[in-house]
DNA sequence: CGTACTAGTCTTTTT
DNA sequence: GACTAGTACG
């Protein structure tokens, strides 16, 4: 009995199958990473492989530990010499050796988004553009989309003349890149790139990696990118023994740059591929990839192919829907708990997904309510902590000295009396002279401003203390410095002093980052190496939020949608399905159909997750940024068979709460809406009042007082002045009325079925024509190249000057016509 | 130079 | 509702 006889006949193909480019199209469940860690093991003992010619990629560091160990288990003997790794961690050690060919230093930095846009910022100042107009933001991500397609400055500078916009980021991409470089950086985008053109530029250096990697696996494939596809093909250009594994329906990070085309078009590129579909499912029952399969037919771009098992049919989908959003979290926190309490599974059995992080709140609430124990996946990153940074920055610092991000983030951090305007002078010396930052603090003296006064001398004890902990870094171990670093700049004890409230938090985080500093060195020591500052550095820089998450605690999981893909779970909640949160409003919006069908995949990659037990949640109404939102049922619910849910679904009727002049005009609201700056509806109103009150907890006192007595004294009682009385003049009784009896009494307007999920029901013909120039919200301008009429709206393709063909419906596209 | 308060923005998803 | 950049003041 070998290894192999538990794999079905596909699997086995895949594993089998080692020479030459293989595409594996593996649906959800259907035991990729066997068929992955069994080739791997399939390579080493019959083949004679050496394991140390192997490489395997994955996206997430949890997913190759898993490999690794799993690989571990079927081959016991030099698993640990296969190169496994994600792709940034593989690139940063590829780097580490090489970079200084192509102009940085090896002891480079990693900048997370914080730092990127820290970066950016001043930027925009150095290049004097107004952050109003084009925010930081976009421009980050247009650099960054430029470059998962490895468009350099200059590349990017040629497609810009002409377009005012385009010039302004072309120029920002250029600085930013100089900066970096200037500040010895790379951002996580510059990973990839850098390592694309290292082996672009170094012939020999690729050559010496491709000899290595004789037999290249890559996890995920659905989800890489142009670059990282450059970078593989790079890599098996040699030996083209190349096998990826991935399915196009779980393809959910087009907005990070991942390129669906290079698993659609991989046998394009390699006409000689084996392709082997998986298609047999071991994870789910019937009832639940039967639900999958309906949502994702209703996707155009994609390979045909439905999940079966040979399990049974098993329960069907639970459907449960609530008027607001905190029952639907009180449901199934009580949910989970009668599951323990009746032993039908453990809380570590138990997941709850969203579509976005924001939703984890009321959930939290309701757990903790019920004293379930839960842990948060995402959110706010550990190492995005504000403490934790700090640190960080001391440790960057004397790490590499020409990081100017990490030594002004501390140099006055705890307090030592050290002002802007001592910072400015310091950087106008160093930019005159072409030095660093830091460099610059060494020759405070030379500095005219800042020679022998009170505040140069603080500069120099600034450095004089950098210098110490490096003398200190080359003689003790790390865990030494760190320590020596917190005592000797009294962070610790400045928090203790402080009146911020979360300083026990914030302390334990610190503790928390010693602890991991240790284990890092302790397992390096185990494995007979020493460990390295930058090696530390680098390894919490690329960290994931998924990674440190283990089934060691018995806990419910709840996530997103997106860090749930690879996961299985035996009972899975997807709560908030509702139209304008899953899908989200803003691809919904766009009107652009591909955005759409992403949303349908991510749906499909929640449904799959699940081993025995699905349940759907729907809440009609629903808190978002401070504004109440009521809510249809999400379209993805009604592409599930009805006969597939345990209860029916929800009329489709939506209550139209807007106050606005719309519904003013449909006789909803006695007295028309106010008008008060942007303030022109109810859900705006309310906002703009929040905005004056919602900092000291008197923001019911004062919405109540207000809403009750709606008089000026009530108002300047609280301490408020001008605008609020501005508001209270012309606000309408009307809504005062509103905000004590929400749900009683007020009219409902039907929305038809139509109207929600078929676009609306009467499209009135498009201004536009076939050949016209139209411009998008989102896409900037473009020409109409087809115009098509559907049962239920107009499908418009636009050609997009910066985005390409886009298909749209007409009704949410709201293209407008531009003069030719 | 440091603090306290205000006003605006944000959120869709993340290696 | 949370966070943060900007600002006025001590």
């Known amino acids: 009995m070998s290894i192999y006889d538990t794999l079905n006949e596909q699997q086995k193909k895949g594993v089998f199958t080692t020479k030459g480019p293989v595409l594996i199209l593996a649906g959800a469940g259907s035991g990729k990473t066997r068929v992955l860690t069994h080739r791997i093991a399939y390579l080493i003992e019959s083949m004679g492989v050496n394991p140390w010619n192997i490489l395997a990629i994955t996206f997430t560091n949890k997913a190759a530990g898993e490999m690794r160990e799993r690989v571990d288990k079927l081959v016991g003997y030099g698993s640990e010499s296969i190169w496994v790794a994600t792709f940034h961690s593989t690139c940063v050690r590829i780097l580490r050796r090489y970079i200084d060919k192509i102009g940085y230093g090896n002891s480079f930095t990693i900048y997370d988004a914080d730092d990127s846009k820290s970066v950016m910022k001043d930027v925009c100042k150095k290049l004097d553009i107004d952050t109003k107009m084009l925010k930081e933001r976009t421009i980050l991500s247009a650099i960054s989309s430029a470059k998962d397609n490895l468009i350099t400055p200059a590349e990017y500078d040629r497609t810009a003349a002409g377009d005012y916009t385009k010039r302004k980021i072309s120029a920002a991409y250029t600085e930013y890149q100089s900066l970096l470089n200037k500040n010895n950086a790379l951002d996580f985008d510059d990973i990839i790139v850098k390592t694309v053109e290292l082996f672009k530029s170094c012939p020999d250096v690729l ?471 942007d303030a022109n509806n109810w859900s705006a109103a309310e906002n703009y009042l929040n905005s004056y009150s919602n900092r000291n907890a008197k923001r019911e006192k004062l919405s109540d007082t207000v809403f009750d007595n709606p008089s000026q004294e009530s108002v300047s009682s609280l301490g408020r002045k001008k605008d609020i009385s501005e508001i209270l003049v012309s606000r309408p009784k009307a809504v005062a009325r509103k905000k004590e009896t929400p749900s009683a009494n007020k009219p409902y307007i039907a929305k038809s079925l139509e109207g929600i999920t078929k676009g609306m029901p009467t499209a009135a013909a498009p201004e536009y024509q076939t050949g016209d120039r139209v411009r998008h919200i989102k896409f900037g301008d473009g020409t109409v190249l087809n115009i098509e009429k559907d049962t239920r709206d107009y499908k418009i393709t636009v050609d997009f000057d910066e985005y390409g063909n886009k298909i749209m419906y007409a009704a949410f596209a709201k293209l407008k016509k531009l003069p030719n």
Not at 575 to 580: Q, S
Not at 584 to 594: A, H, V
Not at 622 to 627: L, P, V
Request: aromatic share 8%; net charge negative; proline share 2%.
């Open 207 to 677: 050559e010496n990696y491709q000899n290595r990697f004789q037999y290249i696996m890559v996890d995920e494939y659905q989800d890489t990118n142009m670059a990282q596809f450059e970078l593989i093909r790079l890599l098996a250009a040699k030996n083209k023994n190349l096998c990826v594994v991935g399915d196009d329906d779980q393809s959910i990070y087009k907005f990070r740059g991942a390129n669906i085309r290079n698993i659609l078009d991989f046998e394009i590129v390699y006409p000689e591929a084996a392709v082997i579909k998986l298609e047999q499912n071991y994870r789910s029952t019937q009832n639940i990839l039967d639900a999958a399969n309906a949502v994702i037919k209703n996707n155009a771009a994609r390979k045909d192919k439905a999940l079966w098992t040979d399990e049974g049919a098993g329960n069907r989908i639970h459907f449960r829907s609530f008027d607001e959003a905190h029952e639907e979290a009180d449901y199934i926190a009580g949910d989970i708990r009668r599951k323990k309490r009746e032993l039908v599974s453990d809380y570590r059995e138990c997941a709850v997904l969203y579509r976005t992080n924001a939703q984890s709140r009321l959930l939290e609430e309701s757990f903790i309510g019920l004293n379930i124990p839960y842990n948060v996946v995402g959110g706010v990153n550990f190492y995005a902590r504000k403490e934790i940074k700090d640190i960080l920055a001391y440790l960057k610092t004397i790490d590499n000295g020409k990081d100017d991000l990490a030594v002004k983030r501390i140099i006055n951090v705890p307090r030592r009396g050290i002002g802007a305007a001592s910072i400015d002078r310091v950087q106008a010396y160093a930019d005159s002279n072409g030095i660093s930052f830091f460099e610059a603090l060494s020759q405070i003296d030379s500095i005219p401003s800042l020679a022998g006064s009170k505040s140069g001398q603080k500069l120099k004890d600034f450095n004089t203390m950098i210098r110490g902990f490096r003398t200190r870094l080359e003689f003790c171990p790390l865990e030494e410095l760190i320590t020596d670093v917190i005592e000797t700049t009294s962070y610790v004890k400045a928090l203790e002093e402080s009146d911020d409230e979360d300083a026990k938090d914030r302390i334990e985080n610190i503790d928390e980052l010693i602890t991991k500093l240790v284990s890092f060195e302790q397992e390096k020591e185990e494995q007979g190496e020493k460990a390295t500052l930058s090696e530390f550095l680098e390894e919490v820089a690329l960290v994931a939020d998924i990674d440190g998450v283990g089934s060691d605690d018995n806990k419910v999981l709840l996530m997103t949608l997106h860090s749930a893909k690879g996961l299985e779970f035996s009972q899975v909640y997807l709560a908030g399905l509702e139209e304008g949160i899953f899908p989200s409003y803003m691809t919904i919006s766009s009107g652009d159909l591909s955005e759409l069908e992403e949303e349908r995949r991510l749906a499909y990659v929640g449904i799959t997750r699940a081993k025995d037990d699905l349940t759907i949640t729907y809440a009609k109404k629903r808190m978002i940024r401070g504004e109440t939102q009521y809510n249809a049922v999400s379209r993805f619910v009604r592409e599930i068979p009805e006969s597939l849910l345990d209860n029916s679904l929800p009329s489709n009727n939506v209550r139209e709460d807007s106050y606005d002049d719309a519904s003013y005009e449909r006789g909803l609201f006695k007295t028309k809406p106010f008008n008060a700056g």
